[in-house]
C-alpha cells in the first residue's frame, strides 16, 4: 500500500500528520508571536509614561526647593522689620529735638549730641536695609506717600508735596510707613 492508497482510505500517514501539526503549530506561534508583541508594546508605552511622570516629579520638586529657598531668603532679610517699625518714633522724637533746638537757638553742645545720635541711629538703620523717603517737591504717589492735608501754594504744581509731616521709609524694597505729607 503507497501513499496514495492512503489518502483514498481517508488515512492519515505520519508524514502528512506531522505537516498538518507543524503548520498549525505556524499558526499559534505567530499568533502568540503578535500577542508577545502587543504586550510588549504596551508595556513599553507604560515605562515611557511612568519615566515622563518621574522627571515631571523631579522637575516638580526642584521648583518647590528653588521656591523655599528664595522664601527663606526672604524671610531672613526681612526679619528686622518688626524692630525697625519700633524704631522709628524715636527717630521721628529725635529729629523733633534737633529742629526744636535748632529754633531755640541756644544749647549747641546739646544739639550737636542729639544730631550725631540720630546719624549714628540712621547709619546703623541703613546698614541694615533702612532708606529714608524724601518727596519734597515731588508729584503725589500713593504707593509711598500718605496725604494729610491740602494747602494753597500756587508755586508749586497741582498734586505736588509740598510738606512734609514724617518720613517715610524702605526697609530694602518694602515700604515700611508711606510720607506724611501735605499737598
Given at each position: 500500500?503507497?501513499?496514495?492508497?492512503?489518502?483514498?482510505?481517508?488515512?492519515?500517514?505520519?508524514?502528512?500528520?506531522?505537516?498538518?501539526?507543524?503548520?498549525?503549530?505556524?499558526?499559534?506561534?505567530?499568533?502568540?508571536?503578535?500577542?508577545?508583541?502587543?504586550?510588549?508594546?504596551a508595556k513599553?508605552?507604560?515605562?515611557?509614561?511612568?519615566?515622563?511622570?518621574?522627571?515631571?516629579?523631579v522637575a516638580?520638586?526642584?521648583?518647590?526647593?528653588?521656591?523655599?529657598?528664595?522664601?527663606?531668603?526672604?524671610?531672613?532679610?526681612?526679619?528686622?522689620?518688626?524692630?525697625?517699625?519700633?524704631?522709628?518714633?524715636?527717630?521721628?522724637?529725635?529729629?523733633?529735638?534737633?529742629?526744636?533746638?535748632?529754633a531755640a537757638?541756644?544749647?549747641?553742645?546739646?544739639?550737636?549730641?542729639?544730631?550725631?545720635?540720630?546719624?549714628?541711629?540712621?547709619?546703623?538703620?541703613?546698614?541694615?536695609?533702612?532708606?529714608?523717603?524724601?518727596?519734597?517737591?515731588?508729584?503725589?504717589?500713593?504707593?509711598?506717600?500718605?496725604?494729610?492735608?491740602?494747602?494753597?501754594?500756587?508755586?508749586?504744581?497741582?498734586?505736588?508735596?509740598?510738606?512734609?509731616?514724617?518720613?517715610?521709609?524702605?526697609?530694602?524694597?518694602?515700604?515700611?510707613?508711606?510720607?506724611?505729607?501735605?499737598?
Open positions: 500500500m503507497d501513499e496514495t492508497e492512503k489518502k483514498g482510505n481517508g488515512k492519515i500517514s505520519p508524514e502528512q500528520s506531522v505537516l498538518e501539526r507543524e503548520a498549525g503549530g505556524e499558526e499559534s506561534s505567530v499568533s502568540e508571536l503578535d500577542t508577545l508583541r502587543q504586550q510588549l508594546a513599553e508605552l507604560e515605562a515611557k509614561e511612568n519615566h515622563d511622570r518621574y522627571l515631571r516629579q516638580e520638586l526642584e521648583n518647590f526647593r528653588k521656591r523655599m529657598a528664595r522664601e527663606q531668603a526672604e524671610a531672613i532679610r526681612y526679619a528686622n522689620e518688626k524692630l525697625m517699625r519700633d524704631l522709628l518714633p524715636t527717630l521721628d522724637n529725635l529729629e523733633r529735638a534737633v529742629e526744636h533746638a535748632k537757638g541756644n544749647g549747641k553742645p546739646l544739639l550737636e549730641g542729639i544730631e550725631m545720635v540720630l546719624r549714628g541711629l540712621l547709619e546703623a538703620l541703613s546698614r541694615h536695609g533702612l532708606t529714608q523717603i524724601s518727596t519734597l517737591g515731588e508729584v503725589f504717589d500713593p504707593e509711598k506717600h500718605e496725604a494729610m492735608a491740602q494747602v494753597e501754594a500756587p508755586e508749586s504744581a497741582p498734586n505736588t508735596v509740598v510738606e512734609e509731616h514724617h518720613k517715610g521709609y524702605y526697609l530694602f524694597d518694602r515700604l515700611l510707613r508711606p510720607t506724611l505729607v501735605s499737598l
